[in-house]
């Protein structure tokens, strides 16, 4: 079970305080949380994708690339990685220089994008959304996996002859997760491919995010990957935890009640009811984190949005404190009940190995940067 | 089983609007019981109860309980009677606001009467210049009899309020006996297939 962070990378004034932070203080203090995610044992930090403000993450590449370059062990991921807007050309390059230089600890989660204005602004339509979707990501999965490409599509200019460089590292393509609150489409996207699927389960009520993951299980099953409880599943959600509970809903409620999204509309106690967000105790939080399973199966990553709506770096530094504290009980919660034939969510080292395995006699994929191939990584 | 919606903006507690639509409901009923289909319920809808739930869902996307049965209730019913107050010569904001949440297609193909009620008679054309736009604009089936009830028309004989929703109820009851009840296509049941997702 990966357990982990991701943040949406908004710039939003703390409302106890009325003070902003400047776009400098959040791309620095991404990366202090980042670091401190790895120090409390976390295993994903994954930062979000926007080109308008409130929000500074416009290059993600650059940040998790200099993310990489000060940790050790922790996965980087996206929440998400615009596959609508950016050319695909460019999102395969960056990620696999990326992989290069994190030694593999890449993944990305494709998403959408709700923006309305951010689709022309990238010669794009929103109405197009899933179709671009669909016709990008087939065509980022063929030049991270064919030394030659040929194609043609709707939305992009054609390619002839065209091949990537930096080729993955290893020859093999950083794992891919399709996040999506409500699209059955991109559910059924990441069944076709086997990919893994995201629910922010942020917004909605628990019984949507069950039935967006069952749909993604059957056709998991139906696509020919295995049986629908071996499909790989993430789930997103939200805490804000104090040593006593009241503490924990008094501190966050003045953040709650105008937080960007949600903010001016349910109660606190309403949202908590009816969405997977829990304030309160560590206690409280292990526990209602751990009732996702019952909703959606064994799952394999959890990642925790911390560090929005205004709550300043201290308050965060100190949520992933406590986070750290209840880790150990939360490991041990996922895999209390787990049947040994439940996967682990992929990494670049079992991609690895599973690419050796598939490929026992067939033609040996070099990297043509390390000069490196899965078998000799492999031996 | 048969359900009439019956939704209505009232503000007031008892309200014309309520009291109009409800009138409404039995008069479609007993239409529809005169056809020979028994066993069909009502269900009445106040807006003012749900006022928080949809200023809510507007602003923080998140349908609270209460707002998701209602909306299933809406991709259910054989017909929707739908009643709005004139507010400043229109529907009420409190009307609009849930037609606008409503999941889009909802309405599309389904039989809707509408009624209005105002303080004078001169308002009577608000059916047809801001609530017919509406629902055409939604692809419901409107009947092309609605109901305006003013202030007056409780009293005074000459109106005739309760013919006229006689006549309403009973060409409404033919309309959504006429008319198969439509299903809401369940995107998780019925699902396309990535094949011809990829053929675009």
Known sequence: ?379 | MTTILVITAGMGQPSSTQLLGQRLGEATLAGLREAGQQGVQLRHVELRTLAADLASYLVSRVPSQALREVFEAVGEASGVIAVTPVFNASFSGLFKLFFDLLEEGLLAGRPVLLAATGGTQRHSLVIDHAMLPMFHYLKARVLPLGVFAATKDWGGSETRLSRRIGQAGAQFAELVAATPVVRPVDAFEHVTSFEDLLRG
Do not use: C
Not at chain 1, 89 to 112: C, F, N, P, T
Not at chain 1, 269 to 283: D, H, I, K, R, Y
Not at chain 1, 324 to 345: F, N, T, V
């Open chain 1, 1 to 379: 079970m990966q357990i982990g962070i991701f943040t949406v990378g908004d710039i939003t004034p703390d409302p106890t305080t009325g003070r902003t932070p400047s776009e400098h203080e959040r791309i620095k203090a991404a990366v202090t949380i980042a670091r401190k995610a790895e120090e409390i044992g976390l295993d994903v930090f994954a930062q979000g994708e926007h080109h308008n403000p409130p929000f500074h993450p416009s290059s993600p590449t650059t940040l998790l690339g200099f993310i990489a370059a000060q940790t050790e062990r922790i996965i980087l991921s996206t929440a998400t990685t615009l596959i609508t807007t950016n050319d695909p050309v460019k999102i395969a390059e960056d990620y696999s220089v990326l992989q290069h230089l994190a030694e593999g600890r890449v993944d990305l989660m494709m998403g959408r994008g709700n923006t309305g204005p951010v689709y022309p602004w990238f010669g794009r339509d929103i109405r197009d959304g899933i179709a671009l979707a669909v016709e990008n990501y087939a065509l980022l999965r063929r030049l991270w996996r064919e030394d030659v490409v040929d194609w043609e599509g709707k939305f992009r200019t054609p390619l002839n002859g065209f091949t990537l460089a930096p080729r993955p590292l290893d020859g093999v393509p950083p794992f891919v997760w399709h996040g999506s609150i409500r699209a059955p489409e991109i559910a059924e996207q990441a069944a076709f491919y086997g990919d893994g699927f995201f629910h922010n389960n942020i917004f909605w009520n628990m019984s949507h995010t069950r039935k967006m993951v069952h749909l993604y299980r059957q056709r998991f099953a139906h696509h020919g990957h295995g049986p629908a409880d071996t499909a790989i599943v993430g789930l997103g959600g939200q805490f804000f935890m104090r040593r006593n509970s009241q503490d924990a809903v008094a501190e966050f409620r003045p953040y709650f009640d105008v937080a960007p999204v949600y903010g001016y509309g349910p109660s606190l106690e309403q949202f908590m009811a009816e969405t997977p967000l829990s304030v309160g105790s560590p206690q409280q939080v292990l526990e209602k984190t751990l009732s996702f399973t019952s909703q959606v199966g064994h799952y394999q990553r959890q990642l925790f949005l911390i560090d929005h709506a205004g709550l300043p770096l201290k308050t965060v530094l100190e949520q992933l404190d406590l986070l750290g504290e209840i880790l150990p009980d939360l490991r041990k919660g996922y895999a209390e009940g787990r049947p040994a034939h439940i996967p682990d969510a992929p990494t670049h080292a079992s991609l690895v190995a599973a690419a050796v395995t598939h490929r026992p006699s067939g033609p040996t994929l070099v990297d043509d940067v390390t000069g490196r191939s899965p078998m000799q990584r492999q031996a």
